[in-house]
Nanobody
Framework: VQLQASGGGLVQAGGSLRLSCGASGRTFSTIAMGWFHQAPGKEREFVAGFSWGGGTTAYADSIKGRFTISRDNANNTVYLQMNSLKPEDTAVYYC??????????????????????WGQGTLVTVSS
């Protein structure tokens, strides 16, 4: 599976960005997708996830109500709509794919080890 993330950039606090992640190499509806971010000097953290088949979403507490994950299975793409951005959202954002196609994602979606493919990351910078 190949993942290509895009959409990062510089935005002022309170602004919005939409990240995209295109996937290829596997039937997209069988892949659970996740977004993680890594702020400078910190470990990579879970942001949001979407189950394979598209029935379930999950979010980190820090972004609930501000970010929305969505997926377009017809176009093999997952999105992360980020609203009300804060300076602390500044990070490199990575999309990731879990291709195991079983129910384990529902109990492990926030773990990096759950995902077996990663995109290259896209930088989001939020200025105050």
């Amino acid at each position: 599976v190949q993942l290509q993330a895009s959409g990062g950039g510089l935005v002022q606090a309170g602004g919005s960005l939409r990240l995209s992640c295109g996937a290829s190499g596997r039937t997209f509806s069988t892949i659970a997708m996740g977004w993680f971010h890594q702020a400078p000097g910190k470990e990579r953290e879970f942001v949001a996830g979407f189950s394979w088949g598209g029935g379930t979403t999950a979010y980190a507490d820090s972004i609930k109500g501000r970010f929305t994950i969505s997926r377009d299975n017809a176009n093999n793409t997952v999105y992360l709509q980020m609203n009300s951005l804060k300076p602390e959202d500044t990070a490199v954002y990575y999309c990731a794919a879990d291709t195991t196609y079983d129910s384990s994602w529902y109990s492990s979606y926030s773990r990096e080890s759950t995902y077996d493919y990663w995109g290259q990351g896209t930088l989001v910078t939020v200025s105050s």
